[in-house]
């Protein structure tokens, strides 16, 4: 009570003095400070719910019933058609029109019957056949490894790709090395075309692969003219040999496409 506030401190409009200040008798409310009107948002202390009741209300089925603090009586009403089933939002939506089933022919029927008495052979065969796709599979690939006609090997650490682009008559022919193994370099190795010396005319027949370091990534380039004029269209194997060798390391295959001026003419 024997502190007075100073001229350049104004109380905010936010505030209130706490329990341990009470104000001195000189100081007086400032003008831009007054207390405020009682609004709708700030509820009354009669306005607080001290009972509650949930169930039938005259011809309402789900009514809920809050009795205030002075007495006031509120009644909230759910609607007749409301649903309180649980519904995934992620879920797809049902379709409003039913499906057109066919009707069971006399084929389908004789196949049910089949499949119905002959379970275990329908399954031995179905085995069998996927058996004999899988070693169909198996062999081809084995081949294409023995062979290098894949553009992956499995006994030599490099993979290739190739890329064609162009309209034609002039497409360029980009190919892509690169060395997969993490510590050997790759040296002495060249890349040649093999293809139809009468339907196309590579500007590089042979390109001499540079020390190749690992894992990274080469890219070469050979133009490819197509010589024929009624469109008929060829492909160009790649080939990756050793010097030296003439059985080649990795092979990729490439389909040329039709050239641009053959189509429009």
Do not use: W
Request: charged letters at 20%; a positive charge; one cysteine or more.
């Amino acid at each position: 009570s024997s502190c007075s506030p100073c001229s350049s401190c104004s109380p905010c409009s936010s505030c209130s003095p706490c329990s341990s200040c009470s104000p001195c008798s000189s100081c007086s409310p400032c003008s831009s400070c007054s207390p405020c009107s009682p609004c709708s948002l700030c509820p009354s202390p009669q306005d607080i719910i001290v009972g509650m009741k949930f169930g039938r209300f005259g011809r309402e089925e789900g009514a809920l019933l809050m009795v205030g603090r002075g007495g006031a009586l509120s009644i909230k009403m759910l609607r007749r058609t409301v649903s309180f089933e649980n519904k995934d939002a992620h879920a797809a939506p049902s379709q409003a029109a039913s499906l057109d089933i066919p009707k069971k022919t006399k084929v389908f029927v004789d196949q049910t019957v089949r499949e119905r008495d002959n379970p275990y052979a329908m399954h031995n065969a179905f085995q069998k056949d996927l058996y004999r796709i899988r070693l169909g599979a198996a062999k081809a690939f084995a081949k294409s490894l023995k062979t290098s006609s894949a553009p992956i090997t499995t006994t030599h650490s490099m993979n290739i790709s190739a890329q064609v682009q162009g309209m034609g008559p002039l497409f360029r022919l980009t190919i892509t090395v690169y060395n997969s193994s993490p510590t050997v370099s790759i040296i002495d190795h060249y890349i040649t075309f093999k293809c139809d010396y009468s339907l196309y005319r590579l500007s590089r027949p042979r390109i001499e692969l540079p020390l190749l370091v690992p894992s990274l990534s080469y890219s070469f380039e050979s133009m490819v003219e197509c010589l024929d004029e009624t469109g008929r269209t060829g492909a160009i194997d790649v080939l990756v040999l050793r010097k030296g060798s003439p059985v080649p390391l990795i092979t990729a295959l490439v389909k040329m496409p039709v050239s641009e001026v053959m189509v429009m003419s």
